[in-house]
């Protein structure tokens, strides 16, 4: 026969150890959309640069107005890229 004590403890730790694992699996979800929207932004603002770019080869302008198409695309982080 378990005592009282040894039945509270075991109920405690389940209860514990199950809103220790709601928790957990609700931080992994909630981190994990934020990081796909991060990388979707990211990819979104790189096809924005790539489009910006043929469409400059595309008219065949010159180094500067490339510069200025860049900068008027108002990317929010700075792309590097070497050609």
């Known amino acids: 026969m378990h005592s009282i004590r040894s039945r509270l403890l075991i109920l405690i730790l389940s209860i514990f150890f199950l809103i220790w694992g709601v928790i957990a699996g609700f931080i992994w979800w909630r981190s994990s959309t934020e990081i796909d929207q991060v990388f979707d932004d990211q990819l979104t603002q790189v096809a ?12 065949e302008n010159d180094l ?8 008027e695309g108002h990317y929010e982080f700075p792309v590097i890229f070497q050609a």
Do not use: F, N, W, Y
């Not at 043929?54 to 008219?59: A, G, T």
């Not at 500067?64 to 900068?71: C, K, R, S, V, Y």
């Open 48 to 59: 924005r640069l790539i489009g910006v770019i043929i469409l400059h080869e595309d008219r």
């Open 64 to 71: 500067p107005t490339l510069a200025q198409d860049l900068l």
